[in-house]
Every structure is written in C-alpha cells, then in structure tokens.
C-alpha cells in the first residue's frame, strides 16, 4: 500500500542515501524548483548522502555543467550517476561495434569522449548507417518529431542485425510546458519494428550498479534498506527502485501530473487507479519533492 506524505523531512530518518531523479523533481529543464532544493538540502544537513541518479544521455561532467547553468546549487547533492556514462561504458566495451551510426543532438557529442572506468576500450569510429555495425542513440535528431519519421532507417538498421544502444530510456521528458521525446521512445520503435536494443537507464540494473559504485567513491555504501529512490516516473524510477528491492518516492505532480489529478497532492482514487494500471507500487507518494 503506498503511503501518502507531506514532506521529505517526514521518512528521512529511515534512509542514509537518495536516488534523486533530476527531470521533473529537481528541476523542469528550464527551472529549478525551490522546495526540491531545500528538501535536499536538509536531507544533507541530517547527514545523509545524495546521488543524483538520472536518464540523461550526457557523462557526469556535462549534468553538473547543465545544472550550473539553470541555477540548480551545488550543496543540494553529493554525485550523480547518469545513463549516459553507463551506456558509454557499454559502447566502450564493444556492444554495438566499433563503426557506430550516431542518432542526437550535436550538444551530445560529449558522450564519445574517453571514459577513464574501461581498461581497453574499443575504437569507436562514427560513420553512416550504411556503413555501420550498430546504432548509438542519445534522443531524436529532433525532440519534438514523432518517433516514427525513423521507420525507414530501422527497417534497414533491423534487416542488418544492428543492435541500438539506448542511452536514455525515458520515452518523453516536459521541458518547461513542452514535452519532447526522449531515446527511449526511439529504442521502443526499433524494438517493436524487430530489432534489438539495448538499455543501461533506469529501470535497468547497470544504472543501479553505477549509482552504488559512486556511492562507494564517497563512503560505505547503505544496505538496501536505508537507500530511497525519488522520481516522477513510474516505468523508470519507480519500477527501477522496486527491481532493485529499494524503498521509492513517487513525485506525481511530474510526467504522472494529469492521469492522478495531481494539484497540492494527489487525488487518492486517480493515484490508486493509475498505479493499478502500472502495476507498480511505490513505498510513498507525494505531489511533488519538497
């Protein structure tokens, strides 16, 4: 049964650690959201520890940089693990091939860069999708075109027997009052086309694997017990925290806003009816991270 609560401060003391999803809880892509802040801050003035976990295609270093730029503080986290450093990894150690053909925005050319975390990496060259082995996908050439204006390239990219590496499993993400598509609704195309795509984000087991490797840069690292996920989406984060067998707070004034009727909380029966539908439960819910 998911327990209703008013505030971050009313569970703290039960959890050493915070899997805190960015989108939609910490900030809108434009905003940051103040009470989000304070919350996390004073999760860290209790001495708890935490570790941004998000399906951002970007490395660590590019989050941090896009979080300076739209204000998000640096005293409200400790680190962050993102699905774009765990699929690196991913291509680094050869899983799609060595020729890959690139599906993004130009802003996310960062992800090619070295990763210090593989011995002997691969040489990824990028080439053309007639020429490639695999496809690396960070998002759409534009966020805001339908998923399927790719049909044509998958049909030939399945009939080749490329694998696509997702890097981002969200299907849609709201920048501002915009909601644009994200890798995950590309890979979900492919997959249903025939082809074979691989995920490393949330709800996936190699995020949750980086998240504790740089919990354990920082310390010990909390059973599992004492670690709570926070997020707005209920097929990433919350199905995620729940594969991992870790506590969950479910924000649903984000992605989930309109299907629970979200306005200061949730209404109790579009909650309960929507997490029937998904049948996901998570441990608590709340309208929004404060």
Same mark, same amino acid.
């Given at each position: 049964?998911?327990?209703?609560?008013?505030?971050?401060?009313?569970?703290?003391? @039960?959890?050493?650690?915070?899997?805190?999803?960015?989108?939609?809880?910490?900030?809108?892509?434009?905003?940051?959201?103040?009470?989000?802040?304070?919350?996390?801050?004073?999760?860290?003035?209790?001495?708890?520890?935490?570790?941004?976990?998000? /399906?951002?295609?970007?490395?660590?270093?590019?989050?941090? @940089?896009?979080?300076?730029?739209?204000?998000?503080?640096?005293?409200?986290?400790?680190?962050?693990?993102?699905?774009?450093?765990?699929?690196?990894?991913?291509?680094?150690?050869?899983?799609?091939?060595?020729?890959?053909?690139?599906?993004?925005?130009?802003?996310?050319?960062?992800?090619?860069?070295?990763?210090?975390?593989?011995?002997?990496?691969?040489?990824?060259?990028?080439?053309?999708?007639?020429?490639?082995?695999?496809?690396?996908?960070?998002?759409?050439?534009?966020?805001?075109?339908?998923?399927?204006? /790719?049909?044509?390239?998958?049909?030939?990219?399945?009939?080749?027997?490329?694998?696509?590496?997702?890097? /981002?499993?969200?299907?849609?993400?709201?920048?501002?009052?915009?909601?644009?598509?994200?890798?995950?609704?590309?890979?979900? #195309?492919?997959?249903?086309?025939?082809?074979?795509?691989?995920?490393?984000?949330?709800?996936?087991?190699?995020?949750?694997?980086?998240?504790?490797?740089?919990?354990?840069?920082?310390?010990?690292?909390?059973?599992?017990?004492?670690? #709570?996920?926070?997020?707005?989406?209920?097929?990433?984060?919350?199905?995620?925290? +729940?594969?991992?067998?870790?506590?969950?707070?479910?924000?649903?004034?984000?992605?989930?806003?309109?299907?629970?009727?979200?306005?200061? @909380?949730?209404?109790?029966?579009?909650?309960?009816?929507?997490?029937?539908?998904? +049948?996901?439960?998570?441990?608590?819910?709340?309208?929004?991270?404060?």
């Amino acid at each position: 049964m998911t327990r209703l609560i008013a505030s971050l401060a009313d569970i703290a003391a @039960q959890y050493d650690a915070l899997f805190v999803d960015l989108w939609g809880c910490v900030h809108d892509g434009i905003t940051p959201f103040p009470e989000a802040i304070a919350a996390l801050r004073g999760f860290k003035r209790g001495g708890g520890t935490v570790l941004l976990l998000t /399906n951002s295609p970007r490395p660590r270093a590019g989050v941090e @940089q896009q979080l300076a730029s739209i204000g998000v503080p640096e005293d409200c986290w400790h680190t962050i693990a993102t699905s774009g450093d765990s699929a690196r990894a991913a291509m680094f150690r050869g899983v799609v091939g060595e020729k890959v053909y690139f599906m993004g925005e130009d802003h996310d050319q960062r992800f090619f860069e070295p990763l210090a975390l593989i011995e002997d990496p691969v040489t990824i060259t990028q080439v053309p999708l007639q020429e490639a082995e695999g496809i690396v996908c960070t998002g759409p050439f534009d966020p805001t075109a339908d998923p399927s204006v /790719n049909r044509a390239d998958f049909l030939y990219a399945k009939q080749k027997r490329m694998k696509l590496l997702c890097a /981002n499993p969200d299907i849609v993400v709201d920048r501002g009052a915009r909601r644009e598509w994200c890798a995950g609704a590309l890979a979900q #195309l492919y997959t249903e086309m025939g082809g074979e795509s691989l995920y490393l984000g949330k709800p996936h087991p190699p995020i949750y694997d980086l998240a504790r490797a740089r919990l354990a840069e920082l310390g010990p690292v909390p059973a599992n017990d004492r670690i #709570l996920a926070i997020g707005d989406g209920i097929a990433t984060d919350i199905q995620g925290a +729940q594969g991992e067998d870790i506590d969950s707070l479910f924000i649903t004034g984000g992605l989930a806003a309109a299907e629970t009727g979200t306005t200061d @909380q949730p209404d109790p029966d579009k909650l309960a009816a929507f997490l029937a539908r998904s +049948q996901v439960t998570p441990t608590y819910a709340i309208a929004k991270l404060r």
